[in-house]
């Protein structure tokens, strides 16, 4: 097979990562919001803490490596959940302005930290050896699936985890979407039913059938490893986040019109499928910053958040108006 093309290059943001200070992406203690209150792990979380608001990190089960964090309203719940998938070199602990602003909105969120694919993958790695890193792991076909499988496992361990933490007891494990960035974009699509070229299996089925929506900000058009009949296959509601200035290159170093990260609202199968652009938004503007592009406007991120909650109010909470506010923030839907 071919080198994976669609996959954003992302070899910006890896470099930046590294060398502008991504030691807050580190995957250790998760810093609670103000006014948040930390359950530490086990079994000995007090039944009176399970209606306050919870941030804390917590190992999945079944993957070595595996671990999320968790924010949880406060609440009795049973609150719908989001599982973020970040973009390459990530971990759980970023994107957390959009765990805040889903939080706020009545939802659960756990953001992915990918053994393989996170921070961790640059571990003593020399400054000139990043691109390579970064360039293997996003075209290596084990780590796409790896993912998946990531997202398969977090679903799975949902009700031991709701037993060793009193407040993640208050997930609501029937109502599931998957968000992701970039290569957390990929990952999302991925698991809705995008059909993906693997060695001695094209057009392979990754999916898992119980998230009920997906978020896809500045996913990959086609390309080697996706066709175009690839998005055909998703049938689920999708909710697509596009940059009018992302010209992000892939992994061959091309350079793409931003037009191209909107083609898979238009290849995907009619129903439930929407598209915000943002004009004036870049790659980064959905990770708040990264590679040599500063932080992200505030008002951006504010719609990206505002726009992602509405569409999961309409989808996970079944609430009609959403679709209004949904269009009367410029999103097309088909």
């Keep these: 097979m071919g080198q994976f093309a669609p996959l954003p290059a992302l070899l910006v943001a890896v470099l930046a990562l590294v060398c502008a200070g991504c030691g807050n992406d580190r995957p250790t203690a998760v810093a609670p919001a103000p006014g948040t209150t930390v359950i530490a792990p086990g079994p000995e979380a007090a039944s009176a803490d399970v209606q306050a608001a919870l941030a804390l990190e917590v190992p999945i089960p079944g993957v070595e ?103 993640l007891g208050r997930i609501d494990a029937g109502r599931i979407a998957v968000v992701g960035h970039s290569y957390g974009a990929f990952t999302a699509l991925a698991v809705a039913g995008l059909r993906v070229n693997l060695p001695q299996r094209p057009a392979a089925e990754l999916g898992d059938p119980r998230p009920l929506a997906f978020i896809a900000m500045a996913p990959p058009g086609p390309g080697d490893a996706i066709g175009d009949q690839a998005f055909a296959a998703i049938e689920r509601p999708v909710l697509v986040l596009a940059g009018g200035n992302d010209t992000q290159e892939d992994m061959r170093g091309k350079e793409h019109p931003p037009a191209w990260r909107e083609r898979p609202w238009q290849l995907m199968a009619p129903g439930g499928k929407w598209l915000l652009t943002i004009p004036d938004a870049h790659h980064f503007t959905f990770s708040d910053g990264g590679g040599r592009q500063k932080r992200a406007d505030p008002a951006h991120l504010e719609r990206i958040s505002a726009t992602s909650a509405d569409f999961l ?17 410029g999103a097309r839907s088909r």
């Design 65 to 167: 490596g595996l671990r999320a964090t968790a924010s949880v309203p406060a609440g009795a719940g049973p609150f719908p959940l989001v599982i973020f998938s970040p973009g390459l070199g990530r971990s759980g602990n970023a994107y957390g302005f959009y765990a805040d602003a889903w939080t706020n909105r009545g939802y659960a969120c756990l953001r992915l930290s990918h053994p393989g694919s996170d921070i961790r993958i640059f571990a003593d790695k020399a400054f000139w050896n990043l691109r390579s890193t970064g360039e293997k792991v996003a075209r290596d076909p084990q780590e796409w699936q790896a993912r998946v499988r990531d997202v398969r496992a977090t679903i799975d361990a949902l009700p031991g985890l709701a037993q060793r933490h009193a407040g």
């Design 313 to 329: 109010d309409a989808y996970l909470k079944e609430d009609a108006r959403a679709h209004d506010r949904l269009r009367a923030a």
